[in-house]
């Protein structure tokens, strides 16, 4: 167990727990898929922010373990529809949900579990944090359909890449950190702080996500090796080559990303770390986390803003 995740182990424990009784159902399907992919377990970044956040600002209560459980549920939601939308077969190192019960299951039961989180908001009752959390599920929406858009686009730009990458990750990144602050009644420099903290984190965990699709072990990953490339997702690595290369190479790029598969990928992934596409990936990664580091001064000094930091250390040392 991680430095972060040992910091907030009993609250994790219970937010587990949480996730278990709120998957109930009376329709068997829904608890199969639910568990299937819950239980697959990840790092549970998102929970473990509200915990931190919330422990950071010394918030007394427990209902950050049913924000937590919230926060994760509209995660999970994200994931089943995401796996549909790109035709992915393994996450976690398992069967994604889609290929082990199909696509309409798995799109139902992410709206179910939208529908869910959205009932335990009603239940915890603050408007604020409401209001957040529709929105991002909201912003999160739109990031989906632009980076449709986005595919098998050679002219997406850096720019058009970063929107997507704070929609898709960092937005509920944002929406974990400031909800918890709002919980915890911070000063609007706290929650505005919490805030940053989370946009930045949340950018610099997308950008080495996307890195390591070109260097990471599919083991370690737990998912396929090259999965942006075959679907012709311009993330940066592409994006930095192409506007650093020229003539065959360019062309080669271009129809990667126009083609999809994994005929080059050997090539791409040889022309990318030459023209130093991976290192300034990195170091747009290591940008964001200093800058989510930096954000955590506003917060108070104890063991849970020392979890925070390394939490941000980690966001670009990590192999998976």
């Known amino acids: 167990m991680l430095p972060f995740q040992q910091a907030v182990a009993s609250d994790l424990s219970a937010v587990n727990d949480l996730i278990i009784r709120e998957l109930h159902s ?15 377990g990840g790092k549970r970044l998102r929970p473990i922010l509200v915990l931190l956040t919330a422990k950071c600002l010394e918030y007394p209560d427990h209902r950050h373990i049913d924000l937590a459980t919230i926060i994760e549920f509209i995660h999970t939601a994200t994931l089943l529809h995401d796996d549909v939308v790109d035709m992915s077969d393994l996450r976690r190192g398992r069967p994604t949900a889609n290929a082990q019960f199909g696509n309409a299951p798995s799109v139902l039961v992410g709206d179910f579990l939208y529908s869910r989180a959205f009932q335990m908001l009603v239940r915890l009752g603050n408007m604020d944090i409401m209001a957040i959390l529709s929105d991002t599920t909201n912003v999160i929406s739109e990031g989906e359909v632009q980076q449709l858009i986005n595919v098998r686009n050679p002219k ?11 929609k898709k990750t960092a937005a509920l990144f944002e929406a974990a950190c400031s909800t918890a602050a709002v919980l915890a009644c911070a000063t609007e420099t706290q929650r505005q702080a919490a805030w940053q903290y989370g946009h930045h984190l949340g950018l610099a965990f997308q950008l080495i996500d996307d890195l390591l699709d070109y260097e990471g072990d599919q083991t370690a990953l737990g998912k396929n090796i090259g999965d942006d490339l075959a679907e012709g997702k311009p993330t940066l690595p592409l994006i930095f080559a192409l506007a650093n290369t020229g003539g065959g190479e360019k062309a080669l790029i271009e129809r990667a990303i126009t083609e999809g598969g994994l005929d080059q990928l050997r090539d791409i992934v040889s022309l990318v770390q ?4 991976l290192d300034y990936t990195r170091n747009k990664a290591q940008h964001h986390a200093d800058m989510a580091a930096a954000a955590l001064a506003m917060l108070p000094i104890n063991p849970s803003h020392q979890a925070m930091l390394e939490l941000a250390r980690f966001s670009v040392t990590r192999r998976y």
């Open 156 to 166: 997406v730009t850096e720019a058009d890449y970063m929107a997507v990458i704070h």
């Open 26 to 40: 009376e329709v068997g399907l829904v608890e199969n898929i639910g568990h299937y992919i819950v239980d697959a």
């Open 274 to 277: 030459r023209c130093g596409a």
